[in-house]
DNA sequence: GCCTGGTGCTGCATTTTATGCAGCACATTG
DNA sequence: CAATGTGCTGCATAAAATGCAGCACCAGGC
């Protein structure tokens, strides 16, 4: 698309914070790269680089600028999907960006079943915590999210919103996997391991034990889901996850157990957009068979 | 904005209907047009213009595009006018389409008002029945409207309505000059002039004498105000219209008389935008003022 | 204080792209 | 069946973008 190439250029200068590097990544010249901008620039009415000694950066024109670039370029592939859809064949491609838990089975599950009815449609999948998740939806780097307890929800459109419980995850020889249902307080008297702070199971732990006489004394703490789910099978500690990133062929091993409501309330899980978006054809209707299916549990 | 040529030279060939006469109103010759359009086809990934033998005309695909340039081409501008913004001085432009009954006194009070405090903002006015107002904003023709008893609302996003009741506008020397609240039915029974079906007192005078045994007979009908205004001058015809339409120093050769609330409700009169668009940031503080002067009467 | 390495910018030659001119094939119309 | 109007195309030219080399500037290190 040639008329995108000045705002492709513009993009580039920006994420490299230099003119010389970026004209580099574009395999062109710096006199040719320099011009354009400045063509640009007197077209647009004014600056929108400031130039420091070490590079140029972003000033507020061009931050605004560049947000309607994002869209810009964003809306244009949404439109060559929706002439790809009525031409008969869906074509297109999806960003998600999805929390970790949903990351294990949930995810290619679904992208499969898609993809089995769609194969021209691409996917490109972002494991992100929730708060960088909401960031990249804002600036156009994915069309979905797919968050546990998300943070802002300022411009996040919520598509479908279903509850997860907190659940436990143990050693089948744990000396609490007996019981059928779980209290939180058993489960922090008894060495455990808890998401770091970023994540939504975290914050609804954290939630649990404030005001009560509950303490959280993580052995470890850690960003992976995976890695806690393992570890229990090395040392008798409790970890805590949420349903929909457990593995349905349970490792023999493991057990998991709810807590009691009463203890720790659920927390939403939700699939969204940015707000007022209108979404390319094949992204739309994969977030409608995905919300169908989280409804459907 | 020299990326946007391509965009420019589609919505010539559209609008002509011809890329020779296309040509011709950009003034450069046919083929730097054709080949233009052929390039831009080869790089959208198929036809944007079907071609028939007496020209060409936009297929599905095209109208789908049309429609992304025509938001695109506004938004840059809402872009620019945000950066002139900061820059200090106000700056933009103002497209309305308004409903006759507003256009006498009310708007131009509201444009110089605004264009006091803030003069490198320019406007351009449209005088559009209430149908082709709605029609105007979702091409992007005007960002704007204000219509009196509105046709379709899908797509129109209302930011105030305010309530105008009918009124009859007669000649000091008319029969019923001297009533105080005036009856339909008598009003009927007298000749008078009545708006075409296109706008919304008519539309309001339909609903009121519709079911009841009550006719309207015109003796003239026609889509001016202000010549219906002042055909009472020179017969005995009564006429309608909205307060909002009169000015204030009337005629005193004229009377403006309130129609019995029992006899013909109120209409509405909208101030609204397209759904979900982001308006530049002088019309929506324009909106604003308006949407405030409405709400004090 | 003076290099060194980085920046953005600019004059000139070159390459690439867009445009204009003339003419073609085709379809509709009188 | 000619006349008119359409989109399209080969070739020459005009215009624009790019590459090359070098400029002035600034921060950091010796």
Same mark, same amino acid.
Request: proline share 7%; with cysteine.
């Given at each position: 698309?040639?008329? +995108?190439?000045?705002?492709?250029?513009?993009?580039?200068?920006?994420?490299?914070?230099?003119?010389?590097?970026?004209?580099?990544?574009?395999?062109?010249?710096?006199?040719?790269?320099?011009?354009?901008?400045?063509?640009?620039?007197?077209?647009?009415?004014?600056?929108?680089?400031?130039?420091?000694?070490?590079?140029?950066?972003?000033?507020?024109?061009?931050?605004?600028?560049?947000?309607?670039?994002?869209?810009?370029?964003?809306? $244009?592939? /949404?439109?060559?999907?929706?002439?790809?859809?009525?031409?008969?064949?869906?074509?297109?491609?999806?960003?998600?960006?999805?929390?970790?838990?949903?990351?294990?089975?949930?995810?290619? /599950?679904?992208?499969?079943?898609?993809?089995?009815?769609?194969?021209? @449609?691409?996917?490109?999948?972002?494991?992100?915590?929730?708060?960088?998740?909401?960031?990249?939806?804002?600036?156009?780097?994915?069309?979905?999210?797919?968050?546990?307890?998300?943070?802002?929800?300022?411009?996040?459109? @919520?598509?479908?919103?279903?509850?997860?419980?907190?659940?436990?995850?143990?050693?089948?020889?744990?000396?609490?996997?007996?019981?059928?249902? +779980?209290?939180?307080?058993?489960?922090?008297?008894?060495?455990?391991?808890?998401?770091?702070?970023?994540?939504?199971?975290?914050?609804?732990?954290?939630?649990?034990?404030?005001?009560?006489?509950?303490?959280?004394?993580?052995?470890?703490?850690?960003?992976?889901?995976? $890695?806690?789910?393992?570890?229990?099978?090395?040392?008798?500690?409790?970890?805590?996850?949420?349903?929909?990133?457990?593995?349905?062929?349970?490792?023999?091993?493991?057990?998991?157990?709810?807590?009691?409501?009463?203890?720790?309330?659920?927390?939403?899980? +939700?699939?969204?957009?940015?707000?007022?978006?209108? +979404?390319?054809?094949?992204?739309?209707?994969?977030?409608?068979?995905?919300?169908?299916?989280?409804?459907?549990?």
């Amino acid at each position: 698309m040639r008329h +995108l190439r000045i705002f492709e250029m513009i993009r580039h200068v920006a994420r490299a914070g230099s003119i010389r590097r970026a004209a580099e990544d574009m395999n062109i010249t710096s006199s040719a790269l320099t011009r354009q901008i400045q063509r640009f620039e007197a077209e647009f009415g004014g600056p929108i680089f400031e130039r420091l000694p070490k590079g140029v950066r972003l000033n507020p024109a061009g931050e605004l600028l560049m947000q309607h670039i994002r869209t810009q370029v964003s809306d $244009l592939e /949404r439109v060559r999907g929706q002439v790809a859809d009525l031409s008969g064949e869906r074509r297109g491609h999806v960003a998600i960006a999805c929390s970790q838990a949903v990351n294990p089975i949930f995810l290619p /599950r679904e992208v499969a079943r898609y993809r089995k009815a769609h194969p021209r @449609v691409t996917f490109s999948i972002r494991v992100r915590d929730r708060a960088q998740a909401e960031r990249d939806l804002g600036q156009f780097a994915t069309d979905l999210a797919i968050v546990f307890e998300p943070v802002y929800l300022v411009d996040f459109e @919520v598509i479908r919103a279903v509850e997860q419980p907190v659940a436990a995850v143990l050693s089948a020889s744990h000396p609490l996997a007996g019981q059928e249902i +779980l209290r939180l307080r058993d489960c922090l008297a008894h060495p455990h391991v808890v998401p770091s702070v970023e994540y939504g199971v975290r914050h609804l732990l954290e939630k649990a034990t404030r005001g009560r006489s509950l303490n959280l004394n993580p052995v470890i703490e850690a960003d992976s889901f995976e $890695l806690m789910r393992q570890y229990v099978l090395y040392e008798d500690v409790i970890s805590f996850q949420i349903p929909i990133g457990v593995v349905p062929p349970v490792d023999p091993r493991l057990v998991i157990r709810p807590i009691d409501p009463a203890d720790i309330g659920p927390g939403l899980l +939700l699939i969204g957009q940015l707000r007022g978006r209108t +979404l390319p054809v094949a992204t739309a209707k994969f977030a409608q068979q995905v919300a169908d299916a989280l409804g459907a549990r």
